[in-house]
């Protein structure tokens, strides 16, 4: 089991180069399945769910090229794909669901293990599944797999989502790709990934109009082109990094990124008192004065992100005061806390709500990371004092940051990992 040690007490200071979004490359990746013309990915990063859904690719029958190096992965699907995704990819990244939508349109069959739960909630397919139904398929559950059908293809419907949902928006859009006529989409999510996906899919030549708020509405087609597209930023790990250096009195540059894409975090972290400079594609984040305690809820974009969550609430313990969290969300979104309280943090939780004690000290420990953005907020707390945190189970951590202790050593951290 891997681990990192952390020794903090420094500042992190100095430029962080922002990598291409995880949560915007899983699904153009998976959407890929749709067009048998080469397809050329830039700006990706290099983190372990990339690998796997590229590997799901791969065994799908596509040709799949990942130069890890220059961050681009090249795919082309030279032959008709197989049309069965096993559990093995999807016990370790549920966004391997995202190959049903394009499998089921495009061949009209599917056979894809049932993502089970995780560590931040049962989190069901329901919306993803009712629907697919709604637009003709045929869908039972068999053996821990969704085999679904389509003899005739679907067909394009009116959908409303019951609840705002990524994943689902993303499965829809892609199936209704393909689909027989328009499929009117509405109470989407509206997260920037979604945009980078819509962008991807109209340069392969999809025919997709947002109309208004949260509506969005695809018309079927029969052929697609070829296309390069570079991923957006990701704005998760930039917000992470605006902490590190908030919670450590440093000043960090963050680079390659489009602040405007990520207002709500900027402006709340401004009113905790963190020092944020933007200009059109960098930031510059430091802390000049004592921070403040403010009170946030977690909602689908344009709300504050639920991604980011575990992180700032390391800020808030730091912090002048009380604050609170209300987590929206996931139904088990605070694993953090109790390891966050082997360190000394202050933090009371009611259901889905987290009463932090701010000015609170925390020291090293030896720590369990649960998920991904749980490990990486023990990683964020660890810088704070100076003597010795170790995060343990930091593969969590391996499927979404790319190069973290690279990065933050670069700008003064001290971190180790242990094999
Ligand atoms: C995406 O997950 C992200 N994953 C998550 O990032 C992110 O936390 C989440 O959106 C919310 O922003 C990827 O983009 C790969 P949802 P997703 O469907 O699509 C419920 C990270 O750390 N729901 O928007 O799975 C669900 O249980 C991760 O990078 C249903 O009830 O999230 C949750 O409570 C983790 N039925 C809520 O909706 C469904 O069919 C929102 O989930 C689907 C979802």
Known sequence: MQKLEIR?????????????????TLPILAS????????????????????????????????????????????FNKQKLKTFAPYNFLKTMRAGVLVLGALLTKYKVAKVALPGGCAIGSRPIDIHLNALKKMGAKI???????????????????????????????????????????????????????????????????????????????????NLKKAVHKVIFDRIEAGTYIIAAALTKGRLRIKNIDPKIMLTEINLLRKMGVDIVTKKNYLIARRLDKLKSVNIETRPYPGFPTDLQAQIMVLMIIAN???????????????????????????????????????????????????????????????????????????????????????????????????
């Open 140 to 222: 039972t559950i068999k053996d821990g797999y969704v085999v679904a059908s389509a003899k005739k293809g679907l067909k394009g419907c009116k959908i409303k989502f019951p609840k705002i949902s990524v994943g689902a928006t993303e499965n829809i859009l892609i199936a209704a790709c393909f689909a027989k006529g328009i499929t009117k989409m509405r109470n989407c999510a509206l997260e920037p990934e979604i945009d980078d996906l819509i962008s991807f899919l109209k340069k392969i030549g999809c025919k997709i109009n947002k109309i208004g708020k949260r509506s969005i509405d695809v018309c079927g087609v029969k």
């Open 32 to 75: 890929t399945i749709l067009t048998n013309k080469k397809i050329v990915i830039k700006n990706v990063p290099v983190v372990k769910d990339v690998e796997t859904m590229s590997t799901l690719l791969s065994e799908l029958g596509s040709t799949v090229k990942f130069n890890q190096k220059r961050k681009k992965i090249e795919i």
């Open 321 to 419: 005061g009380v604050s609170t969290i209300r987590e929206n969300i996931f139904e088990n979104r605070f694993m953090h806390v109790s390891e966050l309280r082997r360190m000394g943090a202050q933090i009371e939780t009611k259901g889905n709500r987290a009463k932090i004690f701010g000015k609170g000290k925390l020291n090293g420990a030896e720590l369990m990371a649960t998920d991904l953005r749980a490990s990486v907020c023990l990683v964020l707390a660890g810088l704070v004092p100076s003597n010795k945190t170790v995060v343990n189970r930091i593969y969590h951590l391996d499927r979404g940051y790319e190069k973290i202790e690279k990065k933050l050593s670069k700008c003064g951290a001290k971190i180790k990992r242990f094999r």
């Open 8 to 24: 903090g007490g420094r500042k992190i200071s100095g430029t962080i180069t922002i990598s291409g979004s995880k949560n915007a």
